[in-house]
């Protein structure tokens, strides 16, 4: 049972409907909404306050994809805390390919070098008492149908993961619906090695599946953006069913991620082969290089490469 929760990018779509399901469960006494911009976090918090009718919501300014914003974030966390979900993140739009302080490009800066600054550095100081989800995204195992192909990468070596991240795998076509499952796909690799390296802690991978009412499809290339919006949302996704669902439902996939013992350390999960809803199930009995530990382990040393 999780009492303290922290949830980056919980301003807006998934991350503040997770941070409104926890607060109105009852053993939870704090959510912290990990934010970037304080207005925007301020008038998350005044809403989620109005619709729990909890005050159990703190708010911590920090910029994922800055590792010196994280660092000084985490030392504003005095109490240690339960769990995490690293949420905040997405396609990033047209600045994904520029290439950060760090040497990641912004798309994979957002969605890894915070998050694995923020919970490795919250280990270090011994706050960080249970567990950690990491949010990722049917897009690692592909999605056919919006022509996002399945992650195949040539040798998954250290270097291999490294050019991922600062983007030179993709040479001078830098595709972010492509590029996106391939940086899911080394955060998620990271978080099965950190399941190893910590099993004290519970470490678990989970999609949130194909989810309406967030900001996210604003961040996709306008034609992707058009297709979506008009055609297969509200047409073809719910002609073929298990495609869709509403803000809520893949919100609580990531509450149950956390909260419920049904699943597991060091298992990715999210909807069946081929679906964006519905069951989740553990993607390594399809996906089968999840389950490689050399694999795992060199995504973790990859990352390193960027953390000074
Ligand atoms: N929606 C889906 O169908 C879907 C499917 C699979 C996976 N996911 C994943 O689910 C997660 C949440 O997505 P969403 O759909 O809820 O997207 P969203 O509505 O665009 O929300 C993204 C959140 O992340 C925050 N954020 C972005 N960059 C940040 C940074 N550098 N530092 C701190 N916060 C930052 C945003 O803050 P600002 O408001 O300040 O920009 C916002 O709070 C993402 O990791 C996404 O990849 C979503």
Redesign the pocket.
């Known amino acids: 049972m999780n009492e303290s929760i922290l949830i980056?990018?919980?301003?807006?779509?998934?991350?503040?409907?997770t941070a409104r399901q926890l607060a109105l469960k009852k053993e939870t006494k704090k959510v912290i909404l990990?934010?970037?911009?304080q207005a925007?976090a301020d008038a998350?918090k005044r809403d989620l306050e109005e619709s729990t009718e909890k005050k159990v919501f703190e708010i911590i300014i920090?910029?994922?994809?800055?590792a010196n914003?994280v660092r000084k974030a985490v030392e504003k966390i005095k109490e240690p805390i339960d769990a995490v979900i690293?949420?905040?993140?997405?396609?990033?739009g047209k600045t994904a390919a520029k290439v950060t302080s760090s040497g990641m490009n912004?798309l994979a800066?957002?969605?890894i070098l915070?998050h694995v600054i923020l919970v490795e550095e919250l280990i270090k100081l011994d706050k960080l008492k249970k567990a950690v989800l990491s949010?990722?995204?049917?897009?690692v195992p592909g999605v056919k149908m919006l022509g996002m192909k399945p992650v195949l990468m040539r040798t998954s070596s250290i270097d291999e993961f490294a050019a991922v991240l600062d983007g030179s795998y993709f040479g001078n076509k830098f595709d972010a619906t492509q590029a996106?499952g391939y940086v899911?796909y080394v955060v998620t690799m990271w978080t099965l090695s950190m399941a190893r390296k910590y099993p004290k802690l519970k470490f678990v991978v989970m999609?949130?599946?194909?989810?309406?009412?967030?900001?996210?499809?604003?961040?996709l290339p306008p034609a992707m953006k058009f297709m979506l919006k008009y055609l297969m949302m509200p047409v073809v996704f719910p002609l073929i069913g298990g495609m869709?669902h509403k803000?809520e439902v893949?919100a609580k996939r990531?509450v149950d991620g956390i909260s419920d013992e049904r699943y597991k350390s060091g298992v990715f999960y999210?909807s069946k082969e081929g679906k964006?809803s519905g069951d989740v199930v553990d993607q390594s009995t399809f996906f089968t290089s999840l389950k490689n530990t050399t694999f795992q382990d060199n995504a973790d040393r990859a990352i390193h490469r960027f953390i000074k």
């Not at 949010?135 to 897009?139: G, K, N, Q, T």
């Not at 999609?207 to 961040?219: D, M, Q, Y």
């Open positions: 980056t990018g919980a301003n807006i779509g998934l991350g503040k409907d990990f934010c970037r911009n925007k998350a920090g910029d994922v994809s800055d914003s690293l949420n905040a993140g997405g396609m990033v912004e800066a957002t969605n915070g949010v990722s995204a049917e897009a996106y899911k999609s949130p599946g194909n989810t309406k009412g967030t900001l996210a499809p604003n961040n869709v803000l893949g990531l999210a964006l």
